[in-house]
DNA sequence: TTTAGGG
DNA sequence: CCCTAAA
């Protein structure tokens, strides 16, 4: 890694005469700039302009991948300056149509020292990204693999990233550079970055510079203005919106000029009582979503619909187009202490966003909440072979992060293409094909940051996709920053494993047994025994969906530990001593008869020992 | 899927 | 309530 030093020196004295039309919020931005961050950006704007003229007439011909309608122009642009730039990655949206199509290259600069950053969460919102991002494969599994999905999915990623709808133009995020969309592609080496928009105007143009930003406190986020690295950022016409992830999937839209605060909102979803506790400690808990990433399907006449935002599956003859809508990234959880500044909190979140995108991402593809391993397999090989699979189809995003010095811990699946129905379809009788290997997150544990449980992770991919049919599954990785600086103040502590488990598998709702489903328990189980949850279910519980045999069979257990204790200690509503004695009597019995009772014991059998015992017999 | 228990 | 080993 290059040293900040040295690529000061390389850009001093180098000053590009124009800016093409940037906005004036860059322009604006600039003036508050140390000079080396200039510098850069200027450097930047010079290179995107290049980068913008030579893609607008190379760009019409190279046209390389067919089928994906993505294209790929791999731009060498060479400027004459004493900084050599190797070729510069410009991705740009050709907009109007509902074809992606990207121009990449490379830039040179060295950056952060994790490697690379991100400097936009692009938030696709409307329609018209929505189409843009549809992708249609030759699902006719006519030699298309698992890769190329990926790669097409990527590259409509990558795609919308360079929509005017981008921040940078704000202020941009210094150390954020959007460089590792993926491990793929960039590679910041000197800590530049361009991006053209073809949108025919050169105002469109952005040009993300990326500070040479130190991981040290002062120059960090400098020129950025109002960091809301977790919120999701569209741009429409001049405004920048910003919205979060409220807990109930409600987008919460505010612009960016609205209070911090409401981004930074704590999760509600942890309950109240968790949410409470939250609260009285010591710290704060933010559970920032930066994109949504949906999936919705319209083949079958199906609507998807995994909590709202859907994307669509249309298939055509032997082709399946898949529609994305949105991203959503993980959850996130930043544990900071209540004395923190807003400022280190800014800092705070701008790390880890820029730690989690530091280390590239990637797709993934999920089959029925299986991760698709084998890139190399088709896909009808792995599974989706025709539209009745679309169902079970999802998309990750992934932090590629092979890369060591990321800052963060990141997880498997951090981000989730819910699909809409979590029904488990047929999968291709060839090959389910999972766990081929390929080691996901190799992030590396750092000392602080090593925190999350990389066990866990598939199953809670697995868990999101299957089991949050009504909500927008969220899959989310924890991820845990380490305060590059200000340590004293940013307390960053490990969020517990349950607590993350929780947001991913909601809990089920807490719903107290009434003194009138005691007592039905309690009759069941003096008829029926203690071992025969699933008939006491279906004798007294029916239609209690809400009520599994396994909740009756819990609640017998509290209730014979109630009935155990005295009445002083007892929560909840208080449930009448009748009932607890029979529950004592009916338990005392029961586990009696345990041995022989398998089977042999009539109906009733309890019940009239239970009611002999009540009128007198000793034994209660 | 159910049971049975620990968490 | 959750999670799971066992059956």
């Known amino acids: ?121 692009p938030l696709v919102e409307d329609d018209e990204i929505l189409e843009r991002t549809s992708k249609t494969m030759d699902s006719g599994f006519s030699g298309k693999n698992a890769g190329d999905l990926k790669s097409a999915i990527f590259n409509s990623i990558s795609a919308n990233e360079n929509r005017p709808s981008k921040v940078e133009l704000e202020g941009g995020y210094p150390n954020v550079g ?47 203005r109002d960091p809301v690295p977790f919120a999701s950022f569209s741009r429409q016409r001049n405004d920048v919106k910003l919205g979060v992830r409220d807990d109930d999937d409600n987008l919460v839209r505010n612009t960016k000029s609205s209070n911090m605060s409401k981004v930074y909102r704590p999760m509600s979803r942890i309950g109240d009582r968790r949410l409470r506790k939250l609260l009285t400690s010591r710290y704060w808990k933010v559970a920032p979503t930066l994109k949504d990433f949906e999936l919705s399907r319209a083949a079958n006449g199906v609507a998807s619909s995994a909590g709202g935002h859907q994307a669509s599956l249309h298939s055509k003859d032997s082709n399946v187009k898949f529609s994305i809508k949105s991203f959503r990234v993980p959850e996130t959880f930043i544990e900071i202490s209540e004395t923190a500044t807003v400022a280190s909190l800014k800092r705070t979140v701008m790390d880890m966003v820029t730690a989690i995108l530091g280390g590239g991402i990637r797709v993934g593809v999920l089959l029925n909440g299986k991760k698709i391993r084998d890139d190399n397999r088709t896909l009808s090989q792995s599974g989706i072979s025709s539209e009745d699979n679309m169902d079970s189809l999802g998309f990750t995003l992934e932090p590629s992060s092979v890369l060591a010095p990321s800052p963060v811990c990141s997880e498997d699946p951090p981000l989730m293409l819910p699909s809409s129905t979590p029904q488990l379809v047929q999968r291709s009788p060839a090959t389910p094909a999972v766990d081929s290997g390929i080691p996901n997150s190799l992030s590396d544990p750092s000392p602080i940051t090593n925190l999350t449980n990389r066990v866990e992770s598939n199953h809670e991919a697995m868990t999101s996709h299957t089991v949050l049919t009504d909500t927008t599954a969220p899959d989310s990785r924890a991820l845990v920053p380490v305060p590059a600086m200000d340590v004293d103040a940013l307390a960053v502590v490990p969020v517990n494993q349950k607590i ?121």
């Open 1 to 121: 890694m290059k040293s900040k030093k040295r690529l000061d020196s390389g850009l001093k004295g180098f000053h590009v005469a124009t800016i093409p039309k940037a906005p004036r919020s860059i322009r604006k931005a600039q003036l508050k700039k140390p000079d080396e961050d200039i510098c850069a950006f200027e450097l930047l704007a010079s290179l995107a302009k290049k980068l913008l003229q030579e893609s607008e007439s190379s760009s019409a011909s190279s046209n390389a991948s067919g089928n994906d309608h993505v294209t790929i122009v791999k731009d060498a642009v060479k400027d004459g300056h004493h900084y050599e730039c190797k070729p510069l990655k410009i991705e740009y949206l050709d907009q109007g149509t509902s074809e992606v199509s990207a121009v990449v290259s490379e830039s040179a600069s060295q950056i952060c020292n994790q490697k690379c950053s991100l400097n936009e969460f």
């Open 178 to 224: 959007k460089s590792c969309y993926n491990g793929m592609h960039n590679k910041f080496e000197e800590g530049l970055e361009t991006k053209g928009l073809e949108s025919g105007d050169p105002t469109e143009l952005c040009v993300t510079y990326a500070a040479l930003v130190n991981s040290e406190k002062d120059v960090k986020l400098t020129s950025c």
């Open 500 to 620: 993350r488990r929780s947001e991913i598998a909601q809990r089920r709702t807490r719903r107290p047994f009434s003194v009138a489903e005691v007592e039905a328990l309690v009759q069941a189980v003096e008829e029926l025994g203690t071992g025969r949850w699933r008939d006491v279910k279906l004798r007294s519980f029916e239609h209690a969906d809400h009520r599994t045999y396994v909740d009756l069979k819990d609640k017998w257990k509290t209730l014979v530990h109630t009935a155990s204790i005295s009445p002083q200690q007892r929560r909840g509503e208080p449930v009448p001593q009748e009932l607890l004695d029979r529950v004592l009597a009916a338990h005392a019995y029961w586990s009696q008869h345990q041995a022989k009772q398998q089977g042999k014991n009539q109906p009733g059998t309890l019940k009239l020992e239970a009611q002999a015992d009540r009128i007198g017999v000793p034994g209660m």
